[in-house]
């Protein structure tokens, strides 16, 4: 399959821009002008505007005296850009490769995407009447190369031309449309060379040597013969997946059947490439512009569509369908492998560590929160390092639990400065007091010593004591320091069941 670039030229995008904010300056002649080299210029200039004489660059004072009607706004010399970066995430609902073209247009990569709208034709038409419906004067083509297809944007009749055929069509085109330098321009029209086609085929070397290399580098783009980059305004997620829709959607069903329909052509594309999921996307592009976004995640690479649906199944409320959606995306930003030999999980043999999976993923779903924790046991001494949060259900621990040693269940991230009474320097405390409620100690056991970890910091070694108070309450105390050196404290660190 040829690739295939789309141009969006925008003819007055900053003047279309404030005619949507003000209707009212539709019918009058306007210009947006800045501040150089101590004199005002014109910009940019509505239609009317264009018509009565008024052009970019144009010094404010001589458009004043030549239209003195003329009504005058500052111009931002930011707001194309800004324009442009919307546009161009609207403009993702037809292709997810999208570049800015400063300063008026947009390049579109619609290789394999223009048959979801009928054909190449269509996918034009549907572009140029929805831009045209927002207020935006525009000109949209397609050929083989961005070249060629900004070239029939900006001055071709034609402005659909079919696969290969794009030298035929730059042939007739004035050579302003290789978008060239104005001085190339003006030397080119001297020698009387005024189309393209008058120097396409001569030959490169007197090209090179008369107007040098950017001349050629630009043909060459515009046939094809060289890459041109472009770069999107967002990277496209490699698994994704769109579904169009001839009539727009409103209600719950038919967005679950786009749903559904999207989860299906997705898992059977991850089923191929020996993938799961463990994030997806899925939004719905609405008729005025906004996007409607919901996304899940799982604890495990999973390509089950039954099971996506259901932790999408209590989002799909939250999406507002307005006038109605009429382009639906699947996105797919974080795979990981799951070969067949995973993938026999979901059968009856394995059935119930799959089962947890999916129901630890619906807990995530409904809670909206991040509530659910998995441990592993760290290859640390120190208590509050000694456990880690596991980046996922099938992470294997590093090291083994060690039963051997009596841990609390709670055990406090910081531990808490407590006060306490105690017979002899090595003695456990008589008693505590911890958050200004005293507790007498009935039981006690202990030390047991845990140094610093000295290839990570130095510090004083702790010494843990399980006590338990007169209402059979257990807790886990330390001392940290010296008696002999007069620095010690005691702290509450964990408690028992």
């Known amino acids: ?67 003195p009607e003329l009504e ?19 403009c993702i609902r037809y292709t997810p490769l999208v570049t800015i073209d400063l300063p008026d247009g947009l390049f579109m990569d619609v290789s394999g995407c223009t048959h979801l709208w009928g054909g190449e034709k269509e996918y034009l038409l549907d572009i140029q009447k929805r831009l045209s419906a927002f207020g935006y004067a525009v000109r949209v083509a397609m050929a083989d190369t961005g070249g060629a297809a900004w070239a029939l944007s900006h001055f071709g009749d034609t402005l659909h031309v079919p696969a290969d055929e794009q030298l035929q069509a730059l042939a007739p085109l004035p050579v302003a449309a290789l978008r060239l330098e104005t001085p190339i321009v003006e030397r080119l029209e001297k020698l009387g060379l005024r189309t393209i086609g ?9 090209l090179f040597r008369r107007f040098g290399p950017s001349l050629l580098k630009r043909l060459d783009q515009a046939m094809g013969t060289e890459m041109e980059l472009l770069e999107p305004v967002k990277p496209p997620v490699p698994y994704h997946e769109q579904l169009p829709c001839i009539e727009p959607i409103k209600t719950a069903v038919g967005i679950e059947i786009a749903l559904k329909t999207l989860l299906e052509i997705l898992c059977l594309r991850l089923q191929r490439e020996s993938k799961g999921l463990r994030q997806c996307n899925f939004t719905g592009l609405r008729l005025d512009g906004q ?26 409320q ?4 307005d006038l109605g959606i009429d382009l639906f995306i699947l996105e797919a930003p ?10 026999a999980l979901w059968q009856a043999a394995m059935a119930g560590e799959v089962a947890i999976a999916e129901l630890l993923d619906r807990f995530a779903g409904k809670t909206k929160t991040l509530s659910i924790h998995r441990y592993l046991p760290a290859e640390h001494y120190w208590p509050e390092h000694s456990v880690k949060e596991a980046g996922s259900l099938s992470e294997q621990p590093a090291t083994l639990w060690r039963y051997d040693l009596l841990r609390p269940p709670h055990l406090l991230l ?34 047991e010593r845990i140094e610093q970890e000295w290839w990570l910091q130095e510090g004083l070694y702790r010494d843990y004591y399980c006590v338990e108070d007169q209402h059979g309450a257990r807790y886990w105390l330390f001392r940290l320091g010296d008696y002999d050196r007069g620095d010690v404290k005691w702290f509450l660190h964990g408690f028992f069941s």
Not at 15 to 38: G, H, S
Not at 334 to 343: A, I, P, R, T, Y
Request: avoid cysteine; aromatic fraction near 8%; hydrophobic fraction near 45%.
């Open 198 to 206: 008058s120097f396409m085929h001569m030959p490169r070397t007197a």
């Open 334 to 343: 974080v795979v990981e492998e799951l070969h067949g030999s995973q993938d």
């Open 318 to 321: 939250s999406i507002e369908p």
């Open 72 to 90: 005058v706004m500052d111009y931002d010399s930011q707001q194309p850009s800004k324009l442009l970066y919307a546009l161009a995430e609207w």
């Open 291 to 316: 996007a409607e976004k919901i996304s899940i995640g799982t604890s495990r690479p999973s390509r089950n569509a039954q099971h996506l649906f259901k932790l999408f199944e209590n989002k799909i």
């Open 414 to 447: 910081h531990p808490e400065l407590i006060e306490v009474s105690v017979l002899l320097p090595d003695y456990p405390p008589l008693l505590f007091i911890h958050k200004g409620i005293l507790h007498t100690v009935k039981k006690a056991d202990g030390p």
């Open 1 to 67: 399959m040829s690739q295939r670039i789309a141009h969006i030229w925008f003819e007055r995008l900053v003047t279309d821009w404030v005619i949507r904010r003000q209707p009212d300056l539709k019918l009058v002649p306007f210009a947006l002008a800045m501040q150089e080299r101590n004199r005002r210029v014109i910009k940019a200039a509505n239609e009317m505007a264009q018509a009565g004489g008024i052009y970019t660059n144009m010094v404010l004072a001589d458009a004043l005296a030549l239209l």
